[in-house]
């Protein structure tokens, strides 16, 4: 039989990665935190037509990247290839509107069948942030510093903001009959898929990679031309509210971002270090989502962070481990159970307690502890344990012997003043 395999695209993360992992985790929960955003968390696995209508037949995620199946009762599930359309779901479902202004934050896996290669993966993770309810400028403001302060909390170097407008429905759709007659008479010069594209969602042409495809889009009419005097001045104060934060941009009018339901403010965040999958973060307002998937009128706008291209880019001091405070040496018939419990009990101090389940040797052991760093040791033999009681010592090589002690179990005073001496206040 042969051996047994991971699907092509996914990725199993082992102990020694996960560090680095929950490093970022952590950071990011504590930022998400103080800027008092709160989680949801939604199904991985949702209804098919939830996608199709909430991110648009016409993208490239829903027409080419889902994972849909039939279930057992024959109806047609798909894992999630983004979040903003389950949080929007859950919002009007939950009747979350009755109150309008919601600051709200998720993280987890998506998944979008697509080629695998550096930084693209079938099953990824994200991390999302949505504020529902807000429609003034100040929103599109916060929401784009918050991605931008978390990246550079994680030491997330050579980043770049690029910012653009999409306007509201009008605007576009007066785009729209522009390029389409553009399209009309330079179709033959595109690529093939942006060729596809015509019928189906011409704006996502302006965000082809194809070069020849770009450099043809430079006598395209553009969008931002058609912007009415509105959407325009609101465009205006995000960028002077953006200087006035110091937070540099740069305007790239064919940013239209993937997904169908997008207006006014659309923003990516690449890194220079990340080679050809460059975008970090994607975000923008989408004012007409929630209605148009049967709630109320709200306005709304967020990004979405993939955490695999993330810790790529996280520094390397996100990457040590935290170290074992006590390393637990034990072995006899009664001092093993007596360490378990010991175990829990320093455990209890919020230290980090390794105990060694190996049966050994005493040295094996200290060996052990040795090669794990740990601050310090407790040892019970069967000698210690019969006294109710247990040598500590710090394992520093230097100190060896200078802060040996012997605690008796039952003496928490004994034990807490050698933990604040020589572990917790340090
Ligand atoms: P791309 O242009 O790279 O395909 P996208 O526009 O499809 O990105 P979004 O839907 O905006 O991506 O998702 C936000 C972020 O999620 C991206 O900027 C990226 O960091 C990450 N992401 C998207 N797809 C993948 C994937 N297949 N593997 C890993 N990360 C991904
Ligand atoms: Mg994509």
Known sequence: MNNLKNLRGTVDLLPDQLIKWQNVEKILLEQLFRASIKEIRTPILEMTELFKRGIGEGTDVVSKEMYTFLDKGERSCTLRPEGTASVARAFIQNGMSSSPLQKLWYMGPMFRYERPQAGRQRQFHQLGVEFIGYESVRSDVEIIALAWDILRKLGIKELNLEINSLGDFNDRSNFQKSFSKWLEINKNSLDVDSQNRINKNPLRILDSKNIQTKKILESAPKLFNFLSEKSLERYLKLKNQLEVLKIPYIENFNLVRGLDYYSHTAFEITSGALGSQATVCGGGRYDNLIKQMGGKDTPAIGFAIGLERLILLAGNDLDVSRRTDIYIVNQGLIAEPFAIDLS???????????????????????????????????????????????????????????????????????????????????
Not at 344 to 368: P, T
Not at 374 to 403: M, T
């Open 344 to 426: 829990r009990k320093l455990r209890s101090y919020d230290l980090l307690v390794e105990l060694d389940l190996s049966g050994a040797s005493f040295s094996k052991q200290f060996k052990k502890a040795n090669k794990m760093n740990s601050k310090s040791i407790v040892v019970i033999g069967d000698k210690e344990a019969a006294n109710k009681e247990f040598v500590i010592r710090l394992f520093d090589k230097e100190s060896s012997g200078n802060k040996e002690e012997i605690i008796p179990f039952d003496s928490d005073i004994k034990l807490e003043q050698w933990l604040n001496n020589n572990l917790l206040l340090n």
